[in-house]
């Protein structure tokens, strides 16, 4: 059909799906000689899965050669990825779906519901509802049903044979699948019950072995020919009013008797009154009984009457039909692609709580990177840097390391009832299935960052399901739930929810992705492992702090009060280093909320309150900084003799980086993310164990005397700024 319009440059995909089940493709490579596109360009597209997601150079090759494309949805990914990254005509290929009322906007629902929003209203409208036969877009709903375009389901050959004989006195009864599927095996639990005691054989594809005589499995297309012709009757089930299959048609062509059941699709095609259509089962007993006896009168009745079922197959009534609707597609493609571009794309990075110290610093770095990486591959975006509108944790020179061209909104979150949802949903263009009670929304006085093209929350820590107007990512930086008991069953239930929820979780260590696999149960293809991110630190000569035994008298514990930081343990360590080993060099504690760690009653603060109270020594060493602003914190950091990290598990402190960058040691407990992070940067990490005091406080008093190497310089030029965006764009970009 695309020929006979005048469209001579077509692309096939190589790969389809390795369900057994799926039976609507195989696999030509014979289009590929006519394609005026480069050989490298089609070495990408035909390595590309066009049934999942095929990725962004799959796309990017597709968008500069082509103009319109034809798909069926198995898979969200492929969907979501198409209506963002494909400019031209996308034409959804219908043929009905199996059931009443199953329609294609009710899968997408279903898919929304389960995988979050695929389908954003602008995408919406290069989208088109490319239906088989004309009356499938009755059931959908009004945006797509707007959409539809009749390309009839046609036949390249509908000339009757003269060749069919019946002398093999079988009825041939297609149903494929019977080892994997619940529905046909019904089907042919149904036709046994109407045919039992009848000759019969059974064709299809098994892809299973079924122990069953009648049932021939896979046969070749000779074969399939030859059972056609010689076969005395075939019985077609289906009274399914929205789809039919394929092999009625091949039996008419073959000029073979079609007995086949009423209040189906075949109706619809010119079925009704012919002497093959029957209304009760019994009925379609009775008639092929008298097939397979031999009456030609019936026989010659059915033959003579069922061509008819091939007409709206006909390449000549077909082609009219093609032509005008592919010349409106191209008309309307071309309109919207002369249309003015209002703006550039605009991405939101949003802290949903109140976080401060290495979250905050790791959020202005992810708008940085965004900002950067987008920028180095020619698609720059508008960042905006989103915050809780909170003066006290969040005052103007908080941001004073904000890049300038980074937008900064203060918001409150919003929530919204179901029914609120539903109509904030509308409002900005979008349906779908909402299924909770409460959603929530940014609010940031404006428009709820509507105007954003995606949403990246650096956290979980959701306490209501985002409203589903926008695509979002969360940036997880660990599962400490896993390890530590900090919260209850339905509250990690409910960041597990979260996570599932949004496009795709990104994650700074291998030790983190398998959390997000393994403990949350994210697929793989959800969680994008991406570069821990480095800020440029001080001038140049603040990274080559001189060698020998240190001459400061103190040494940093940077910490805060989650249970995580093994404050007990530490302290511990603490109370043996300075009253077993004599230790000489102060422990200075910086952090968020540090300069309560001893007021408050959480119980694994008071287990350290404990140790601290019954010893003078930690008394008169122990410095409680609190929460320093960074000139201050990295000003102390490089005059200290080192760093101290003591935590029991996490996705691994940056502070250990900084440090090294200023030709700071660093002692730090031993475990999976501080070991990626010490091999990424080449560190050169002390390590010690943290459920062990003794060894913690000996590694301390080691610290005082030997000398450690830091890294060059060199080794953090690796890992700047400018090194790690691009990988950054290279998943967001996915996701705009």
Same mark, same amino acid.
């Given at each position: 059909m695309l020929k006979r319009v005048g469209i001579q440059e077509i692309f096939l995909p190589k790969k389809i799906p390795s369900d057994p089940s799926f039976r609507s493709g195989s696999v030509d490579w014979s289009e590929d000689e006519k394609l005026t596109i480069p050989k490298e360009d089609l070495a990408i597209l035909n390595a590309a899965d066009w049934y999942d997601d095929p990725g962004v150079d799959a796309w990017r090759i597709a968008n500069k050669h082509f103009? +319109? +494309?034809?798909?069926?949805?198995?898979?969200?990914?492929?969907? *979501?990825?198409?209506?963002?990254?494909? /400019?031209?005509?996308?034409?959804?290929?219908? &043929?009905?779906?199996?059931? *009443?009322?199953? $329609? &294609?906007?009710?899968?997408? $629902?279903?898919? @929304?519901? *389960? @995988?979050?929003?695929?389908? $954003?209203?602008?995408?919406?409208?290069?989208?088109?509802?490319?239906?088989? &036969?004309?009356?499938? #877009?009755?059931?959908e709903p009004p945006w797509l049903a707007e959409r539809a375009i009749y390309l009839p389901a046609g036949l390249q050959d509908t000339n009757i044979r003269d060749d069919w004989t019946g002398r093999d006195r079988r009825i041939l009864f297609v149903c494929p699948d019977l080892g994997l599927s619940e529905y046909y095996r019904e089907i042919y639990r149904r036709f046994e019950q109407t045919f039992g005691g009848l000759p019969y054989a059974v064709a299809g594809a098994q892809p299973i072995r079924i122990q069953d005589d009648h049932v021939l499995g896979y046969v070749s297309s000779e074969e399939h020919l030859q059972n056609l012709r010689s076969f005395a009757v075939m019985y077609y089930h289906s009274s399914e009013p929205n789809h039919v299959h394929y092999h009625p048609f091949e039996a008419v062509r073959a000029g073979m008797p079609l007995v086949f059941m009423g209040g189906g699709l075949l109706d619809r095609l010119g079925g009704l009154g012919l002497p093959g259509r029957c209304k009760t089962s019994e009925e379609a007993r009775r008639k092929i009984e008298r097939i397979l006896a031999g009456d030609k009168q019936l026989i010659g009745q059915i033959r003579a009457s069922q061509a008819v079922l091939l007409d709206t197959m006909n390449v000549e009534h077909c082609a009219p039909r093609w032509r005008s609707a592919i010349e409106l597609i191209l008309k309307r493609t071309e309109e919207r692609s002369t249309a003015p571009i209002i703006r550039k794309k605009r991405i939101a990075v949003i802290l949903p709580v109140a976080y401060r110290g290495g979250s905050l610093r790791g959020a202005k770095l992810l708008a940085s990177a965004v900002a950067i990486g987008s920028q180095q591959f020619g698609s720059p975006v508008d960042v905006i840097f989103g915050h809780l509108d909170d003066p006290t944790s969040y005052p103007d020179r908080e941001f004073d390391d904000l890049p300038g061209h980074i937008e900064r909104r203060a918001y409150q979150w919003r929530t919204l009832s179901q029914g609120e949802a539903l109509r904030a949903c509308a409002y900005a263009g979008g349906e779908g299935t909402l299924t909770h009670a409460t959603y929530a929304v940014p609010d940031d006085g404006i428009n709820q960052f509507f105007d954003c093209d995606l949403w990246i929350f650096v956290s979980d820590r959701l306490q209501f399901p985002v409203l589903p107007v926008r695509p979002h990512l969360l940036m997880i930086y660990d599962y400490l739930q896993r390890y530590v008991p900090i919260m209850d069953e339905k509250a990690n239930q409910q960041l597990i929810d979260r996570a599932h929820a949004a496009e795709a979780v990104l994650v700074t260590t291998e030790f983190t992705a398998n959390d997000a696999r393994q403990f949350a149960g994210l697929p793989a293809s959800k969680v994008r492992k991406v570069p821990l991110l480095v800020p440029t630190f001080g001038s140049g000569d603040s990274l080559t702090r001189g060698g020998g035994p240190p001459s400061s008298a103190y040494f940093i514990w940077t910490t805060n009060l989650a249970p995580h930081k093994n404050h007990r343990n530490a302290l511990e360590a603490l109370r043996i280093y300075y009253e077993e080993y004599d230790g000489r060099f102060e422990c200075h504690v910086t952090g968020v909320d540090t300069d309560k760690l001893f007021a408050r009653n959480s119980p694994h603060l008071v287990? #350290?309150? @404990?140790?601290?109270?019954?010893?003078? #020594?930690?008394?008169?060493?122990?410095?409680?900084?609190? /929460?320093?602003?960074d000139s201050i914190y990295r000003r102390k950091l490089r005059d200290a003799a080192f760093l101290w990290h003591p935590g029991l598990i996490d996705n691994g402190t940056f502070s250990v980086v900084e440090a090294a960058s200023f030709g700071v040691p660093a002692l730090s407990s031993n475990y999976p993310a501080m070991r990626e992070i010490d091999r990424q940067f080449e560190l050169g990490l002390i390590w010690s164990e943290a459920v062990d005091p003794v060894d913690m406080a000996g590694k301390l008093k080691q610290m005082e005397t030997v000398q450690h190497s830091t890294p060059r310089p060199e080794a953090f030029a690796r890992h700047c700024l400018d090194r790690s965006a691009g990988a950054y764009w290279q998943v967001i970009q996915e996701f705009v």
């Open positions: 103009h +319109l +494309l034809f798909f069926i949805v198995l898979k969200a990914r492929f969907f *979501r990825s198409m209506v963002r990254h494909f /400019d031209g005509a996308k034409v959804w290929r219908t &043929y009905g779906l199996l059931g *009443r009322q199953q $329609s &294609y906007g009710r899968i997408l $629902s279903m898919l @929304e519901w *389960r @995988e979050g929003p695929i389908l $954003s209203p602008r995408a919406a409208k290069s989208v088109w509802f490319g239906q088989a &036969y004309n009356h499938l #877009a009755e059931i287990a #350290a309150r @404990e140790v601290y109270s019954a010893s003078r #020594a930690v008394k008169a060493n122990l410095k409680m900084e609190g /929460d320093l602003p």
